[in-house]
């Protein structure tokens, strides 16, 4: 604003933007250094000492959810999947549950489209 001079006004603007720019690129380029900056010290020891545990925690957990499973192919009842659903507290345990649920209906609304289909040739 001291300058009169418009084309330099444009310099000086052009050149503030640049700059912006430049704190912008840099910015990003430590938070994309931070956020993938592999961990250090004693944390990645205990991560050795744990790592059988949390297998056969993970382990346990898929042996629990092909359990489920299972169980699921059983029931046939719309409802008693949705009593299920509102208790199961594991992610993976509701999901299984919901796809469950939407064989069923898949399963419901095609058997509507056979009957309806064969009203229809009677």
């Known amino acids: 604003e001291a300058t009169v001079d418009l084309a330099e006004r444009r310099q000086i603007r052009s050149a503030i933007r640049e700059l ?38 993970e382990e346990e957990q898929q042996m629990a959810l092909a359990a489920l499973s299972r169980q699921l192919e059983a029931i046939s009842d719309v409802e008693e999947l949705t009593k299920l659903l509102r208790a199961a ?20 609304i095609e058997g509507e489209e056979q009957t309806s289909a064969l009203g229809q040739t009677c």
């Open 20 to 57: 912006q720019r430049q704190e912008l690129e840099w910015g990003e380029e430590t938070l994309a250094s931070k956020r993938f900056r592999p961990e250090r010290g004693s944390h990645r020891q205990d991560d050795k000492e744990n790592w059988p545990r949390s297998r056969r925690l």
């Open 89 to 108: 507290g594991e992610y993976e345990e509701r999901k299984l549950i919901r796809a469950a649920i939407r064989k069923l209906r898949a399963e419901e």
